[in-house]
Nanobody
Framework: QLQASGGGLVQAGGSLRLSCAAS????????MAWYRQAPGKQRELVAG???????NYADSVKGRFTISTDNAKNTVYLQMNSLKPEDTAVYYC?????????WGQGTQVTVSS
């Protein structure tokens, strides 16, 4: 199971750090990722990180967001800087283990202009 936290209301240009705590070891996960879904839009991939440390980002967040993991804490982070109103969405963490895939509950991020 995945538990996301860290969302909130922030002004444009501000920062937030999202956390996703896993009930099990993320060391054995193949991929961990953050998705987001804005009202009236499809869920989209924001950032992902593989077990080998390879990262990828949506073009819209490159240079502003950073995904990272802390295996000792079984937690995945999404550092979000220079936030824009268009980043407003519900953010979900996701993980793929060899035997299953899990979604965390969403955390709301609202960026005011």
């Amino acid at each position: 199971q995945l538990q996301a936290s860290g969302g909130g209301l922030v002004q444009a240009g501000g920062s937030l750090r999202l956390s996703c705590a896993a009930s099990g070891s993320i060391f054995s996960a193949r991929v961990m990722a953050w998705y987001r879904q804005a009202p009236g839009k499809q869920r989209e991939l924001v950032a992902g990180i593989t077990s080998g440390g390879y990262t990828n980002y949506a073009d819209s967040v490159k240079g502003r967001f950073t995904i990272s993991t802390d295996n000792a804490k079984n937690t995945v982070y999404l550092q979000m800087n220079s936030l824009k109103p268009e980043d407003t969405a519900v953010y979900y963490c996701w993980g793929r283990w060899p035997s299953d895939v899990y979604w965390g509950q969403g955390t709301q991020v609202t960026v005011s202009s």
